[in-house]
């Protein structure tokens, strides 16, 4: 019922869009008020649906009668799983100049937007209805490689606890400078591909799928962020 009442939403907030599509680059310039529901200002937002996610696929997991190291495997493949689509959602989604213009005007809101206004908060996370629009599409290849429910709830709760990491570091990266360890790493790679690359370096978490597919920069390993990026970043706005 909740499911369709989305869909619902979601059908007439296109049919709205289209109709009132007005002359700026991006929806969220138009319609801010209506961009809240597709993107947030921080992780926190996503608890929401991420909690009662793993509370049922750990249900599930745990009440599982198959083998431990199958359940233990499975929860990692979901995991590379989403570092893959993390990948290829950066890559060949929010990368791509779509020539429909109520795509572009739709899409280019939450990732081309970010690379024009990389201090603008608003589209640091997702939101409530794009994770709700996402899930059934990314989790259907599942039902088509196992029908066992605690494998499934691996899997799902590999899938969705790789994915809200992979919120936190976006949201911690643009929050401060971080000058060793992992997020500074990180920090690097995507202030890297904002700045000086755009078609490079399209992984949040991680370089491998990069290094795979031919898109790895090791150029962000001498990377300075400039004074105008460093700006952009929570704590500094904060500060100034
Ligand atoms: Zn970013
Ligand atoms: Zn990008």
Known sequence: MRNYFMLKTLI??????SSHMKRSQFMIQDYPELVKYFASKNPGHLLLFVLPLWYLSSKYM????????????AFIIGAIYWTFLEYGIHRWIYHTHFKTRILSYFLGSFHLYHHKEVGDRRVYNSGFLMIYLVTPIVTSPILLVTRDLGIIGALVLGLSSAYFFYECVHFLIHYKKFNSGYLAYIQSYHFHHHDKAPNKNFGNTSHIWDFLLGTYDERYKTYKMPESSEKSLILVKKRS
């Open 12 to 17: 007439l907030s296109f049919l709205v869009l």
């Open 62 to 73: 745990l009440l599982s009668e198959a083998y431990s190291g199958i359940i233990f495997v």
